[in-house]
């Protein structure tokens, strides 16, 4: 279970790295908002949930989660057999491996840069 | 991901750290270019300075403005004949360029009256324009002239005229890349929220990091306004001076470029509450992906859903012409900023072009990082590379072509590898879906052109044929193709017009009625 888990997470994980731009900002605390709103917002999209918008910062959160969670649902069809708690494991270490590559584990030595 | 020691740099072991191959099943966390770091002396940069990205790369796109730098008259080299920011009204910024012309005198006893002269007698000789801006240089820093005192007198002196001062000599950064920060600040810092623009649309934005290289910029504004959508301002491409004072009042900042385009998205959303969406520019996916994006963001979907359609039916089969004759073709892609994560997928995904190598000049790491993403397994990247390791990288990758600049592509030539000028393109423009077919077109031609064949002989080693009749690219593209292919009766190559921009001048557009925006989703 634990390496289809990992299997699963790495494949939505690419799509991110190929795809998208939104994880690239270019300050840690950037990244981490944005890992942060833009995820949440696709894994309440995947099960369903409710989305709360009610700042423009988090319209443009969710217009980003809304084109993610479409994508995942297209390309990966296990998605649509898994219960809502499952989605929301996959994405929860979905977005502990983002936040490594992009912010913890990064090698990027500017993100950190106090100075434009 | 092991990095990349060239053979030529040898000598300079540093060098190991800015080239990294991308290795099977290796992330980002294993290895990353360094970046954004001074070239490492004993090694010739192929980079710009921050001058020249300060006035050249994010100024001069601004149309309607005297762009006069302080310092000698070489540092005003790049202008009409090689920078492409064309704009609407005929060219003006780079049709004339503007300097103080400083000697060595001045250098001794100063030149702030030599630039107030010059600055009156700009707007005298070009009574038309009111706007100007005056671009520090290494020498007029290095003796300190007070410039923006000098402007704020002729402003007193000349009461409807307005001078942006940037502080941005060539030594300022380690690349290009330290002006486009010290521009971008200074823009925010002095102008933006001293206009009151004109708002005609209830969904208003700034379009930020877009130069409009051989008309890129009416091509995506067509598709905004088809939207219903105000561009405030473009920062900086066919855009106005007072626009760009105005940015504070719009809704969305849409950015496309990095990284200093999003210093300048960070500071309106810090300060004016403007909130920043990221879009790419370039190919079908990822183009109607964005104005999706934009359009969601309004809650006005079903406008770039008619358009995305309009423009995919319209264009597909000329893309998927280009796409069967490029099929697995070797590309390096060295364009030198953003382009390189702008192109590294799309080419691929819709060109089926193969990019065995990315490399930035003035990029910074967050470049690298996007660009390894985007880019095939075994690519080679490369931060800051020079003449020689280029050379060496192009014998060891074997590319069928290169998407670069003017100095690396007429190295390239020499060892006849075709070049499309990655930042003025060759007949752009290449932004949106027509644009795009024309990218296609323009690879196209010079992978298969004729005359390369003739080139990639050596004449001091190579036997000459003397049975070859005459060929065109059409019979070397489809000599391997299937028959269904060939014959096509959908596909087609491109159909637009040799000049496609006049088609967009003089368009006019209704006015949308605002749609209500949902307040929440699912």
């Known amino acids: 279970m634990d390496d289809l888990r990992t299997e699963r997470i790495e494949q939505l994980l690419d799509y991110i790295m190929k795809k998208c731009l939104w994880q690239f900002h270019s300050r840690a605390w950037d990244r981490k908002d944005q890992n942060e709103n833009i995820l949440t917002k696709t894994k309440q999209l995947l099960c369903d949930e409710k989305v709360t918008l009610e700042t423009p910062a988090d319209r443009c959160y969710w217009v980003d989660a809304v084109l993610l969670a479409e994508a995942f649902r297209e390309r990966y069809g296990w998605l649509g057999g898994l219960s809502r708690d499952d989605i929301a494991d996959i994405m929860q270490g979905l977005h502990d491996r983002l936040d490594y590559l992009t912010i913890t584990g990064s090698l990027n030595k500017e993100l950190t840069d106090q100075h434009y | ?522």
């Open chain 2, 1 to 522: 991901m092991p990095h990349h020691l060239f053979k030529c740099s040898e000598c300079i072991p540093e060098r190991k750290q800015h080239a990294v191959i991308k290795g099977l099943g290796e992330t980002l966390a294993d290895a990353l270019p360094l970046g954004y770091l001074n070239t490492i002396p004993g090694s010739i940069s192929e980079r710009g300075c921050a001058y020249c990205g300060a006035k050249h790369v994010i100024g001069t796109p601004m149309k309607d403005v005297i762009h006069l730098s302080h310092g000698p008259v070489g540092c005003t080299y790049d202008t009409w004949q090689t920078k492409r920011y064309i704009s609407d009204n005929d060219n003006f910024q780079i049709k004339y360029t503007f300097a103080t012309d400083m000697k060595e005198k001045h250098i001794v006893f100063g030149a702030e009256k030599l630039l107030k002269q010059t600055m009156l007698d700009a707007f005298k000789a070009m009574p038309h324009i009111k706007r100007m801006t005056i671009y520090q240089t290494c020498a007029s820093a290095l003796i300190g002239d007070d410039i923006s005192a000098i402007a704020q007198e002729v402003m007193d002196e000349l009461p409807e005229v307005d001078v942006f001062v940037c502080n941005s000599p060539g030594f300022g950064g380690p690349s290009q890349s330290g002006g486009h920060h010290k521009i971008n600040i200074a823009w925010i810092n002095q102008k933006v929220g001293t206009f009151e623009p004109e708002i005609k649309s209830d969904y208003v934005i700034n379009y930020v990091g877009e130069y409009n290289i051989q008309g890129d910029q009416p091509i995506m504004d067509d598709y905004f306004k088809r939207m219903g959508i105000q561009v405030l301002s473009t920062f900086t491409g066919n855009g106005s001076y007072d626009d760009l004072r105005g940015m504070h009042r719009a809704h969305l900042n849409v950015l496309e470029c990095a990284r200093s385009a999003e210093y300048i998205c960070n500071e309106l959303r810090k300060r004016y509450g403007i909130p920043r969406l990221d879009i790419d520019g370039f190919g079908f996916g990822p183009l109607g992906a964005s104005l999706r994006k934009v359009a969601l963001f309004f809650g006005i979907e079903d406008r770039a859903k008619a358009i995305i359609d309009e423009e995919t039916a319209r264009w597909k089969p000329e893309l998927d012409w280009y796409a069967a004759r490029l099929e697995g073709k070797k590309v390096c892609l060295w364009p030198g900023g953003s382009k390189l994560w702008h192109w590294a997928h799309v080419i691929h995904d819709e060109m089926k072009l193969n990019v065995v190598s990315v490399y930035t000049k003035f990029g910074h790491q967050g470049d690298m990082e996007k660009g390894i993403s985007r880019c095939e397994q075994g690519a080679l990247a490369i931060d800051d590379p020079n003449e020689l390791e280029g050379l060496e990288a192009m014998d060891m990758l074997k590319p069928d072509i290169i998407f670069t600049g003017k100095r690396p592509g007429e190295v390239a030539k020499k060892i006849r590898v075709p070049y499309l000028n990655a930042h003025a393109y060759h007949n752009g423009p290449w932004k949106g879906w027509e644009g795009w077919v024309r990218f296609a077109r323009d690879i196209y031609n010079a992978i298969y052109s004729p005359i390369h064949e003739l080139a990639k002989l050596d004449i001091s080693k190579d036997e000459i044929p003397a049975d070859k009749g005459f060929v065109t690219r059409r019979m070397l593209s489809d000599v391997n193709l299937p028959d269904e292919i060939r014959n096509s009766a959908t596909m087609r190559p491109y159909s637009g017009d040799y000049d496609c921009l006049p088609n967009y001048m003089g368009k006019t557009y209704p006015y949308m009625e605002k749609t209500p925006a949902p307040s929440t989703a699912a």
